[in-house]
């Protein structure tokens, strides 16, 4: 079974420039999250998709933070405008549905860079 | 909410038990995981313990739970330098309704030969 894809793998940019990262989960899980890592810290849930709809963006910083999972497969993360604190690792993991209890496989991670 | 601690670092001999711990707040959390993340890589699941059990044990890895006490540990027996990384406690949290996990700082081990 193929994994959790994430492009691209690294990122450079100015602050107040905007950034995109893609994710395709594993075929057939229907749930999918985002998650962000501060270095040095455990990741934090930024948001979590039931196919394409949200479940839980309460975390997510949406004066600059955007997703969509649209047709409930691949999904994007979106910051407009970045800032020099959203320099992080940016993972995204899939599950079979929401309440698997099997933990998540989870993608290498996007590593943003805000200079 | 939610809170997972760890030590930040361990360091141990190959051959050597290493023993990392946790500690969790969600006393509702139905499931309790290790991940283990390597330099530049995603997260890996290793292991996971429903919250009704208090030991599991996959070949050399071996999971302890103290409900009462929150304390979750994770046991790896005749550590080799490839154990090198960093290892993270997660609880489930189905507070929500969803399962969603909540991650601890994460435990570097280091493998010296």
């Known amino acids: 079974e193929a994994g959790v894809a994430q492009s691209p793998r690294y990122k450079i940019i100015e602050k107040r420039q905007s950034v995109a990262f893609w994710c395709n989960p594993i075929?057939?899980?229907?749930?999918l999250y985002w998650y962000q890592q501060i270095l040095g810290q455990g990741p934090k849930l930024l948001i979590q998709?039931?196919?394409?709809?949200?479940?839980?963006d309460s975390q997510l910083p949406k004066d600059r933070f955007s997703a969509e999972r649209l047709k409930g497969v691949d999904s994007t993360l979106k910051i407009q405008p970045a800032k020099l604190e959203d320099s992080a690792v940016y993972l995204c993991?899939?599950?079979?549905?929401?309440?698997?209890?099997?933990?998540?496989?989870f993608g290498s991670g996007t590593r943003l860079t805000v200079v | 909410g939610e809170d997972v601690e760890q030590s930040l670092f361990l360091s141990v001999r190959e051959g050597d038990s290493s023993v990392i711990n946790c500690t969790y707040t969600?006393?509702?959390?139905?499931?309790l995981y290790w991940y283990k993340q390597e330099p530049g890589a995603g997260l890996q699941l290793l292991t996971y313990?429903?919250?009704?059990?208090d030991m599991k044990q996959d070949q050399r890895l071996t999971v302890l739970l103290n409900k009462k006490d929150k304390h979750l540990s994770l046991r790896i027996a005749d550590t080799q330098t490839g154990d090198s990384a960093i290892y993270f406690c997660?609880?489930?949290?189905?507070?929500?309704?969803?399962?969603?996990?909540?991650f601890g700082t994460g435990t570097r081990l280091l493998v010296s030969p």
């Open positions: 075929s057939g899980h229907a749930t």
């Open positions: 997660a609880e489930g949290d189905l507070n929500t309704g969803f399962q969603k996990l909540v």
């Open positions: 969600d006393s509702s959390s139905t499931y």
């Open positions: 993991a899939s599950s079979l549905d929401q309440d698997s209890n099997y933990g998540y496989t």
């Open positions: 313990i429903f919250s009704n059990m």
């Open positions: 998709f039931q196919n394409n709809g949200v479940v839980d």
